[in-house]
């Protein structure tokens, strides 16, 4: 009996003791994030949230690109595994609830919000009133240039404008979306102008020519000039040039840049294929070779003619897309070729033909190595704008853009009609614009 | 302590002054045939004293008078009561074979209590050694497959190692965890799946899927099937109540083998198999003129064709997937003892070949479980097991590149193409696609390595016992760990590496991950003189998981080296932690009176993933039934010699992913600096649990004798602040968030019978058919309607939907610009048939699991259409089926419906006079036996399998991206016992 006694005494002091050290690994159930920085830490600061608003508005840019290039009909999308870009992007309808719109829209709001949690924090980054209205500008000026790419996308449909608070205010239409964006702009533009001569945070070199408040609003009236393009107010397009980083001697590339590289957690170019691999996803569309002018550098820089002619879902295509070289090569936001060529467009409007001429003929000197062109009639100068748009801007996401904004969508090239012997595919349509995501209704 | 040590010595002065008038019984249980019956249960009439049969059938038993009832009862033979006195203290009973009659089989039903299979007030599914062991299984979820009414597994993929998707009485929730808790002796498994990151590869994400497809297995595998002695299956929330914030989807408890005290016993199972694929979908005949449709077509087509245009068709499907893997299976157990002590002891290996070459699946494992009694009321119980597994997976399933995982590459090649290598081993470069499949397969390796290791320990204190009463105490606990190691490599000669900046990629995945649990139970029994018994059991919970994921890929190796730091550049790194807290309470009471037994329980938990982490969610249950047979009333010679009726009410809850409440903002790197961004996932600092309400109603009969029964229940669940993934309008800046935002309703069906046609002395059969039904219906939704992630890639392309008023597994299509209904993954029912013969020394059985109905969504076709190298593109329906994409959707979702013959055994187990002859009595047993897995299949579904999920265990959702093709396997067996 006496042992017996011991040996339960050991074996409760022994499951005493286990339990004990159990017990005593069991922690505190209020666990905070054990993966990301909570939103409300202190170590939150300008740096981090400004390179957020550089970095995120690089999201989504490949889908962004392939819908607006397909749509266009400035490239194939010649993906095995997935039959929306060569059929929803050509044969519509979009599907309101895909991820080609849904990705694009909700990287740029993504960026707006991170935006709204800069100004809403302001007070709390530990900034003078100078550098706060730099964060404030420059902020601004990124959410403008979100709200823009979005407004591409859905154009009539419209988009949301105030987004600041948990719940998202109304569509709101074009015409009030432009007003909106231009409006933003400006406010940017005039807080830059109190932001002192320095940025409180580094920028990325994509904004080296723009590291300074003063150079980063050259950047900013680019963008209004846009806007303004867009809205038709074709004086506000030169006042707004006026103010930015145009410049008829400068190299056409001078602009403000996506920077990518293959760093780890980094992102890669999107454009960016290995011309030597045995298969291309991306592809131009025939007719940018076609429709070229013999000897447009242009072409040549951004178009390599291949050897093998890619047949995927009836469509074939032996163009290659080269405008970015490497798989770290940048993605431009903005140019001075652009900048150009707006400043002609408004000239045209304006009635300025030479004045429109010089800058057109500038662009085909330097960036196509073109004899120079005259304008005559308004319509043969617009023609020839868009021209000069579609191949110095090509695959940068305006020409889909441009020729709806002109009401000439239907000049786009249609590949598939119904009755292609063996497709079973088609009639393609050109899509106007993207409907408004499901999700915002 | 001194208090403590006072009143044990207090109880151990009761036992002695009791053991005064004692009568030692001692005997022996024998069957009809006097083969000893071990492990039967020999209880005191109206009273808590009870013992077990050991080995040869031997019990002995201790009564604390003169004279008494004694009840001998086995599980499959027919209870027996015998009166014993003073007189005559040696009783050897025989036991009457019924095998259907599981009354007397005692069920767990909680922590601490189990109850008698002829008072549960629960369909509780149950299944023993024999019914696991029948036909081999890689994973130990296959085995319940087709077994029982509201049980359905479903492979996600035929991929060697497992995959494998449990639904409970269908449906409980549309984005939280959909698998059941699975309780390994009293230790909560983690049964998570864990991605590769071949993403980074295939790019599967590109395309609308959020997660990652990378087909990975679920942990659950890592349990050995011949290790287990018993497997429950809890349901429902009524029976699983006790089981509180983690049961929404059922629990399945699972009891490993133990030692029992006497000679060592040896046993011994070897087996030998093949694996082959069940269905090739054939190939495309090409003309010049079709060949046109690919890039270089004419001019490839010319180079193999003849004159006539015929050549050589190029059989990919045979070339990957025809394979015929050899599986090699071998375990060894030994079990024994001494009167205090018994041991378990088990080795495992297993080497299963996969229909593509270069994948398998290899698991060994050892076991050691340990029973010792440090007094007649102390014991401890120890389970220590050790597990490796290696799965080599391949490359399957969705991808966005172009071409590079096997299926789709294969659906991207006309078959005038060879894709295999040339005789100095080069590759031809496939222009048809980014990868050249065969070569992806020879050279590529995407392996899971997992080491794990579960233990789990339970110390039984009988505090207190007298004739009528006992207090026993419990602790129990548990840590299961394990690491997984992922390794995908891509050789920078592969054809899609050559494509990428810098080709030659090592993706390498380390996951560590720690469950730990302990328990303290504290049960009550008291039994009055008249039988009526009253149980309490009460008990708190510890729970924790702590898991750690690092993944880091590498580009620009050099052939030949895979090491991360050899490859030219990082391109990519993870680091994903998972830390969850959890306690509990519960307090449970039973009450037996007479034919009547009623529970009542309630159990308290709260969790660090929930909004609130103090917060104490509430689980109550309870539930009767009521023998009727055995009132006065019943008539002794009626057919019906067994009638219960039972009903049953409980809840359960699901907890919220342990990343839902949390706002946090997400690290961006660029130019080499981080930039910050809100996470894409808005925080809801408000998120619930799900709560799940079930009502169980349902009667258990018996006919002529227990030669037929049946069971029939009806349940209804409720599902109350449904935990969604709501996509929340993008403009706010967010993607997704986490909200307790709607109700459901799941309800069926389930309706078993077991029947004896014949039960002779040298045949018998014995059959069993389990039909049922389940029906989910989303009751309300707080917010709009919405495309469920994971459930499908567009509405044009099928897409499972949820939306007011509608079935929760609806599948919504395009039909001419219109959004409608045109599917439903739910079945009508499934039925299965379990047959089990005996023919002298031969036993046959097999088993066939129909399905009714239930929609897939079958995209391999899509692709294989899309590409042009479909079989019937030639025909007009072909052509009418590939033409339709875009316009309409129909053509793209199936009948799932199917027949299997999953499970059938042809086995000669030598009679005992001729083994004892030839082996000089050395064996106890030597069996041969002819298995098969899915060796036979019945469905109209076009593509490979409608069994199929290209996401995985996502809780709704068929939908085939060129899949891994499921497998029928044939094995030869040889077992013996010693």
């Known amino acids: 009996m006496k042992n017996m006694f011991t040996k339960a005494r050991f074996s409760i002091l022994t499951g005493l003791a286990v339990t004990v050290l159990m017990l005593s690994s069991c922690g505190s159930q209020d666990i905070s994030d054990p993966n990301n920085l909570p939103s409300d830490s202190p170590s939150v600061s300008i740096q981090g949230l400004a390179l957020g608003m550089e970095s995120g508005v690089r999201d989504n840019l490949n889908t962004y690109l392939r819908v607006t290039g397909s749509i266009g009909r400035e490239i194939y999308y010649f993906q095995g595994a997935d039959p929306r870009f060569t059929g929803e992007l050509l044969e519509g309808p979009i599907d309101d609830g895909g991820f080609l719109l849904l990705r694009p829209w909700e990287s740029a709001y993504r960026v707006i919000r991170n935006g709204n949690d800069i100004l809403a924090r302001m007070g709390d980054l530990g900034l003078t009133g100078e550098q706060a209205s730099g964060a404030s500008g420059f902020v601004k000026t990124f959410q403008a240039y979100m709200h823009l790419r979005n407004l591409t996308y859905t154009w009539d449909n419209g988009i949301r404008f105030e987004v600041a608070g948990d719940l998202p205010g109304p569509f709101i239409d074009r015409a009030a979306a432009l007003d909106a964006i231009a409006a933003l702009l400006d406010e940017g533009h005039a807080e830059l102008s109190t932001a002192g001569s320095s940025f409180a945070w580094t920028t990325t070199a994509g904004l080296a020519a723009f590291d300074t408040p003063a150079s980063f609003a050259t950047f900013n009236r680019g963008l209004k000039a846009r806007v303004d393009a867009y809205r038709e107010n074709w004086q506000g397009v030169i006042d707004a040039l006026n103010n930015s980083f145009v410049d008829a001697t400068a190299s056409m590339d001078l602009g403000a840049y996506m920077i990518f590289s293959l760093a780890a957690g980094d992102v890669v170019n999107p454009i960016f294929e290995d011309q030597t691999g045995s298969l291309l996803i991306l592809h131009g569309h025939p007719s940018i070779q076609a429709d070229a002018e013999a000897g447009d550098q242009r072409l040549a820089r951004k178009i390599l003619v291949r050897s093998t002619t890619t047949v995927f879902d009836s469509l074939s295509s032996n163009l290659g897309v080269i405008t970015a070289e490497r798989a770290d090569s940048s993605f431009p936001i903005m140019r001075n070729e652009e900048l150009l060529l707006l400043r002609a467009e408004a000239n045209i409007h304006l009635g300025n033909m030479d004045l429109a001429a010089q800058d057109i003929n500038v662009v085909r000197h330097e960036s196509g190595g073109l004899d120079p062109v005259t304008l005559s009639d308004m319509n043969s100068a617009i023609d020839q704008l868009l021209h000069e748009r579609r191949y110095s801007l090509y695959h940068e996401g305006h020409r889909w853009v441009d020729m709806r904004r002109y009401g000439k969508l239907n000049e786009l090239p249609i590949d598939r009609v119904e009755g292609d012997a063996g497709s079973g595919r088609g009639p393609d349509v050109v899509i106007e614009q993207m409907p408004r995501p499901n999700n915002e209704t | ?978």
């Not at chain 2, 003169?66 to 025989?94: C, D, H, Q, R, W």
């Not at chain 2, 119980?381 to 096997?406: P, Y």
């Not at chain 2, 009528?468 to 129990?476: E, H, K, V, Y």
């Not at chain 2, 000669?493 to 810098?502: D, T």
Request: one cysteine or more.
């Open chain 2, 1 to 978: 302590m001194r208090r403590l040590s006072a009143t044990f010595g207090l109880l151990c002065l009761f036992s002695i002054l009791s053991m005064a008038q004692n009568l030692e019984v001692a005997g022996k249980v024998l069957t009809e045939t006097d083969e000893p019956l071990p492990g039967a249960t020999i209880t005191v009439k109206g009273t808590t004293l009870s013992t077990v049969s050991g080995d040869g059938g031997f019990y002995r038993i201790t009564i604390p008078s003169s004279e008494a009832t004694l009840i001998y009862s086995f599980v499959g033979f027919k209870t027996a009561e015998k009166n014993v006195t003073a007189s005559n203290p040696n009783l050897v009973v025989k036991l009457a074979e019924s095998p259907l009659d599981y009354k007397e089989e005692m069920v767990i039903t909680g922590f601490a209590s189990s109850v008698k299979r002829q008072n549960l007030a629960n369909s509780v599914a149950s299944m023993s050694t024999e019914d696991i062991e029948r036909v081999p299984v890689q994973s130990v979820d296959e085995v319940l497959g087709a077994k029982f009414a509201g049980v359905q597994v479903r492979s996600n993929s035929g991929t060697p190692g497992g995959g494998m998707s449990v639904k409970l009485r269908g449906i409980s929730t549309i984005n939280g965890n959909s698998q059941p808790l699975y309780v390994v002796d009293g230790v909560i498994m983690n049964n998570s799946a864990i991605q590769s990151g071949t993403d980074l590869v295939t790019d599967a994400t590109g395309g609308g899927g959020r997660d990652p497809q990378d087909n990975p297995s679920n942990r659950i595998a890592d349990i050995i099937p011949s290790d287990i002695a018993s497997i429950e299956v809890l349901k429902g929330p009524s029976a699983a109540a006790i089981y509180g914030a983690k049961a929404s989807n059922g629990v399945v408890i699972i009891t490993t083998k133990k030692g029992t005290s006497g000679k060592t016993q040896y046993d011994l199972n070897m087996g030998f198999g093949q694996r082959s694929i069940i269905k090739k979908l054939g190939q495309r005949v090409f003309t010049r003129e079709t060949a046109a449709g690919f890039t270089n077509g004419v001019e490839l087509f010319d180079q193999v064709a003849d004159a006539n245009g015929n050549y050589q068709i190029q059989d990919f499907e045979d070339q990957m997937y025809g394979h015929e893997g050899s599986i090699y299976e071998l375990n060894f157990s030994a079990r024994g003892g001494s009167d205090k002590t018994a041991f378990f002891i088990s080795g495992y290996s297993l080497d299963d070949e996969g229909i593509i070459e270069r994948t398998g699946y290899v698991k060994n494992g050892v076991r050691l479980n340990l029973d010792h009694r440090f007094t007649n009321r102390i014991r401890l119980s120890v389970a220590t097991n050790f597990v490796k597994s290696v799965s080599d997976r391949g490359l399957v399933n969705n991808e966005n590149n172009n071409g590079t995982t096997f299926g789709v590459a294969l659906v991207q090649t006309p078959n005038f193409f060879n894709l295999q290598p040339d005789e100095n081993g080069n590759y031809p470069v496939n222009p048809f696609a980014s990868s050249n499949p065969i070569q992806t397969r020879d050279l590529m390796t995407n392996r899971e390595t997992v080491s794990r290791t579960s233990t789990s320990m339970k110390f039984d204190w009988e505090l207190f016992a007298t004739e009528s009463q006992t207090l026993d105490f419990n602790i129990t606990g548990g840590l299961d760990f394990f690491s997984q190691e992922s390794e995908a490599i891509f050789p920078a000669s592969l054809q899609f590496e050559q494509l990428r900046p810098n080709p030659g990629t090592s993706i390498v995945g380390e996951t560590e991950s720690e469950n730990s649990n302990v328990y303290f139970n504290l049960k009550h029994s008291y039994i009055s003189g008249s039988g009526n018994s009253f149980t309490t059991s009460a008990g708190l919970q510890f729970e924790e998981q702590d898991a750690n994921r690092v993944l880091i890929a590498s580009e620009g190796l050099f052939p030949g080296v895979t090491n991360i730091n050899q490859g030219a550049i990082i391109t990519n790194t993870n680091q994903i932690r998972v830390l969850q807290r959890d306690e509990g309470f519960f307090l449970q009471e039973e009450v037996q009176l007479g034919p009547i037994y009623m529970v009542a329980g309630i159990r308290g938990d709260s969790s660090s993933v929930n909004g609130d982490s103090d917060k104490v969610y509430t689980y109550p249950k309870a539930a009767i039934s009521s023998r009727l047979s055995e009132y006065d009333f019943w008539s002794d010679n009626s057919f019906i010699n067994e009638f219960k009726v039972r009903a049953a009410w409980g809840k359960t809850g699901n907890l919220p992913q342990s990343s839902a409440k949390y706002d946090s903002l997400i690290a961006n790197v660029i130019g080499g600096a981080v930039g910050l961004l809100p996470l894409k996932n808005k925080g809801n600092p408000d998120i619930e649990p799900e709560t799940s309400t079930e009502v169980e109603l349902g009667f258990d009969a018996g006919f002529f004798d227990d030669k037929a029964t049946v069971s029939f229940s009806y349940f209804k669940k409720d599902i109350t602040d449904l935990i969604l993934l709501w996509d929340i309008p993008p403009s706010t800046g967010f993607d997704t968030t986490f909200i307790n935002g709607g109700e459901m309703e799941t309800d069926g069906l389930e309706f078993s019978l077991g029947v004896i046609p014949v039960k002779k002395a040298e045949f018998d059969w014995t059959a069993r058919f389990n039909w049922y039904t389940v029906d989910s219906v989303i009751t309300k939704l707080d917010i709009a309607a919405f495309n469920l992630d994971n459930g499908g890639f567009a509405p044009f392309l099928g897409q499972h939907r949820i939306e007011e008023g509608r079935s929760a597994t609806q599948i919504i299509g395009v039909e001419n610009g219109q959004t409608v209904q045109i599917g439903d993954e739910t079945p009508d029912f499934q039925l299965s048939w379990d047959n089990n013969m005996r023919w002298k020394e031969w036993t046959f059985s097999f088993l066939l699991d129909w399905k009714e109905g239930g929609d897939v969504i079958n995209l391999t076709t899509l692709l294989s259409d899309l590409n042009g190298t479909t079989p019937d593109l030639d025909t007009q329906a072909g052509q009418d089926r590939a033409g339709a994409l875009g316009t309409t959707t129909s053509q793209l979702v199936e009948d799932g419906s199917y027949i299997k013959l999953r499970e059938v055994r042809l086995q000669y187990s030598l009679a005992k006079g001729p083994l004892n002859r030839m082996f000089n009595d050395r064996l106890s047993y030597l069996r041969f036996a002819l298995t098969g897995r899915n060796i036979w299949t019945d469905t109209d579904y076009s593509s490979y399998d409608p069994e199929v999920s290209n996401f995985s265990n996502a809780p709704i959702g068929s939908v085939e991206v060129a899949p891994y093709p499921t497998s029928k396997s044939w094995y030869f067996q040889i077992s013996a016992g010693l």
